[in-house]
């Protein structure tokens, strides 16, 4: 946890196997908060109702936030005058549009969530679902209507059971054409029942089939990040010879699915696999710890060795470095999994990895990890471009953890970039691929198929028989409207083990 208690005038900062938490700033009592300077309580904030939220939101983001002295509103030097912060808290009564003003023009992934259960089953992987995963698309250039397009069907979903595929069309909702200003209520929404009207192509022209597939969400789906898991045999000897590759389609890094990532590893370890394919073409971060354990499960030989060093803000990095040292901010490759067991590793030289435009945060970490030390060839397109980690930012109001009995606020800010042995951490434009290409509409094949035409191109390299060359394309589709659900998939988050701050 992190309990903020100006009565002492100190910070302790604590996080237990998960993510680091923001406790309030003191004791509450009838919602009057004494507001300290140098640890003497002499003025009183009445905070009341959601200006009580507004307080935790300017204090949590003054201590954590990557880009606090960036930011003016964020200065330290508000808190100098009790008077005239109460004032300014009393100005900026509305929650969210408060966090959203105090972002830096540089962050495009910050966010504030008013229920942290939904908050926190986001980032494990928990979320109300029919199991239809899919992409939308303007319909044509200048105009308001989208095309929905399934990616996948998660597995032991509603969408499982249904006629309803990867590659499948569709452009309404319950009769109702699908917009731009419509789809997040509909599809979005609170509702858990919605008849997708289903659509195809032919010459280039989007028609309605006729065909509508009724689906039902459930609340709390906890999706299986492990997608496919394969190995493949070629089918015939190429330039490097006939090997087993094998093939992982994973789409969040979750640390609570370690072990069962660990089996799928032994298994390849067991069968002789000595070329990989990480398909990450639709997974959008998760935890840091989760991709280092990926990392130390392609690899093996580099135990010990720096995966990733953290760069917290100017407030808190010399601090830590001061008081803890610099391997506080050190991710390094792992030999074991946190509970002791061992890791199943590779020990390969390369890897080959899938990605798309919504490829970010620890996707894109471990790309950035692995290639200070072996071959990581790139398959697909540019990746989002998201080089920070965030943590998540709880109102406690005592050392108990015990979270605020009046609100449901939490945050998830941006706290740090985040960089590789070779300390490079500048890739906010995205990491650009070896091989460009496109996901194809009309032919986005089966995941996980020797013809699927991604991992088609794939087996090409490996087997040395691919034509065409490399390409440094910049130039990436992907979905041009982005859903709230894909946007808070993308999230690459910290978990410590034990930390302490004392601040005086």
């Given at each position: 946890?992190?309990?903020?208690?100006?009565?002492?005038?100190?910070?302790?900062?604590?996080?237990v196997?998960f993510?680091?938490?923001?406790?309030?700033?003191?004791?509450i009592t009838?919602?009057?908060v004494?507001?300290?300077?140098?640890g003497?309580?002499n003025?009183?904030?009445?905070l009341?109702?959601?200006?009580?939220?507004?307080?935790?939101?300017?204090?949590?983001?003054?201590?954590?936030?990557?880009?606090q002295?960036?930011?003016?509103?964020?200065?330290?030097?508000?808190?100098?005058?009790e008077?005239?912060?109460?004032?300014?808290?009393?100005?900026?009564?509305?929650?969210?549009?408060?966090?959203?003003?105090?972002?830096?023009?540089?962050?495009?992934?910050?966010w504030?969530?008013d229920?942290?259960?939904?908050l926190?089953?986001?980032?494990?992987?928990?979320?109300?679902?029919?199991?239809?995963?899919?992409?939308?698309?303007?319909?044509?250039?200048?105009c308001?209507?989208?095309?929905?397009?399934?990616?996948?069907?998660?597995k032991g979903?509603?969408?499982?059971?249904?006629?309803?595929?990867?590659?499948?069309?569709?452009?309404?909702?319950?009769?109702?054409?699908?917009?731009?200003?419509?789809?997040?209520?509909?599809?979005?929404?609170?509702?858990?029942?919605?008849?997708?009207?289903?659509?195809?192509?032919?010459?280039?022209?989007?028609?309605?089939?006729?065909?509508n597939?009724?689906?039902?969400?459930?609340?709390?789906?906890?999706?299986?990040?492990?997608q496919?898991?394969?190995?493949?045999?070629?089918?015939?000897?190429?330039?490097?010879?006939?090997?087993?590759?094998?093939?992982l389609?994973?789409?969040?890094?979750?640390?609570?699915?370690?072990?069962?990532?660990?089996?799928?590893?032994?298994?390849?370890?067991?069968?002789g696999?000595?070329?990989?394919?990480i398909?990450?073409?639709?997974?959008?971060?998760g935890?840091?710890?989760?991709?280092v354990?990926?990392?130390s499960?392609i690899?093996?030989?580099?135990t010990n060795?720096?995966f990733?060093?953290?760069q917290?803000?100017?407030?808190?990095?010399?601090?830590?470095?001061?008081?803890?040292?610099?391997?506080?901010l050190?991710?390094?490759?792992?030999a074991?999994?946190?509970?002791?067991?061992?890791?199943?590793?590779?020990?390969?030289?390369?890897?080959?990895?899938?990605?798309?435009?919504e490829?970010?945060?620890a996707?894109e970490?471990?790309?950035?990890?692995?290639?200070?030390?072996?071959n990581?060839?790139?398959?697909?397109?540019?990746?989002?471009?998201?080089n920070?980690?965030?943590?998540?930012?709880?109102?406690?109001?005592?050392?108990?953890?015990?979270?605020?009995?009046?609100?449901?606020?939490?945050?998830?800010?941006?706290?740090?970039?985040?960089?590789n042995?070779?300390?490079?951490?500048?890739?906010?434009?995205?990491?650009?691929p070896?091989?460009?290409?496109?996901?194809?509409?009309?032919?986005?094949?089966?995941?996980?198929?020797?013809?699927?035409?991604?991992?088609?191109?794939?087996?090409?390299?490996?087997?040395g028989?691919?034509?065409s060359?490399?390409s440094?394309?910049?130039?990436?589709?992907?979905?041009?409207?982005?859903?709230?659900?894909?946007?808070?998939?993308?999230?690459?988050?910290?978990?410590?083990?034990?930390?302490f701050?004392?601040q005086?």
């Open positions: 946890m992190i309990y903020l208690n100006y009565k002492k005038s100190t910070i302790l900062l604590i996080s196997s993510i680091f938490l923001l406790g309030c700033e003191n004791e009838n919602n009057v004494p507001v300290s300077r140098n003497i309580n003025f009183i904030i009445n009341d109702g959601e200006l009580e939220i507004s307080d935790f939101i300017w204090k949590g983001l003054n201590e954590y936030y990557y880009w002295d960036r930011v003016e509103e964020l200065s330290d030097e508000k808190l100098k005058d008077e005239n912060y109460a004032k300014y808290i009393s100005e900026n009564s509305q929650p969210i549009e408060f966090f959203e003003s105090l972002k830096h023009v540089d962050d495009r992934f910050s504030i969530e229920d942290y259960r939904v926190e089953n986001t980032l494990q992987g928990i979320i109300s679902s029919n199991g239809v995963e899919f992409g939308l698309l303007y319909a044509c250039k200048n308001n209507e989208l095309i929905g397009f399934v990616k996948y069907i998660l979903s509603n969408a499982e059971e249904k006629n309803i595929k990867r590659g499948d069309l569709f452009t309404g909702v319950n009769g109702t054409v699908l917009t731009a200003s419509n789809y997040r209520s509909l599809l979005f929404g609170s509702n858990m029942n919605y008849t997708l009207n289903m659509a195809a192509a032919r010459n280039g022209v989007i028609f309605n089939t006729g065909i597939v009724e689906l039902t969400k459930e609340e709390n789906f906890e999706i299986n990040p492990i496919i898991s394969d190995i493949i045999n070629l089918d015939k000897i190429g330039q490097y010879g006939n090997k087993k590759i094998g093939y389609m994973y789409n969040q890094f979750v640390s609570k699915k370690s072990h069962e990532l660990n089996q799928v590893f032994e298994n390849f370890k067991n069968e696999v000595s070329e990989m394919v398909d990450l073409r639709y997974n959008g971060g935890s840091i710890k989760n991709c354990e990926l990392a499960m690899t093996g030989q580099f060795e720096i990733a060093e953290e917290w803000n100017n407030k808190l990095l010399p601090y830590l470095r001061n008081n803890f040292g610099k391997e506080t050190i991710n390094r490759f792992r074991v999994l946190e509970d002791g067991q061992e890791i199943n590793s590779l020990n390969l030289n390369r890897v080959f990895i899938i990605t798309t435009s490829s970010a945060s996707s970490l471990l790309i950035n990890g692995l290639s200070s030390y072996i990581v060839i790139q398959i697909g397109e540019k990746t989002v471009g998201k920070v980690g965030s943590i998540t930012v709880y109102d406690y109001i005592d050392d108990e953890q015990t979270k605020n009995p009046d609100h449901t606020y939490a945050m998830q800010p941006i706290v740090l970039k985040i960089a042995n070779d300390g490079f951490a500048d890739y906010a434009d995205g990491l650009f070896d091989f460009f290409i496109e996901e194809d509409l009309q032919n986005m094949g089966v995941l996980g198929k020797k013809d699927e035409p991604m991992l088609s191109k794939v087996i090409d390299i490996i087997n028989t691919s034509k060359p490399i440094k394309s910049k130039i990436s589709k992907g979905p041009l409207v982005k859903d709230p659900l894909t946007i808070k998939r993308q999230v690459m988050f910290v978990e410590k083990d034990e930390v701050i004392n005086n």
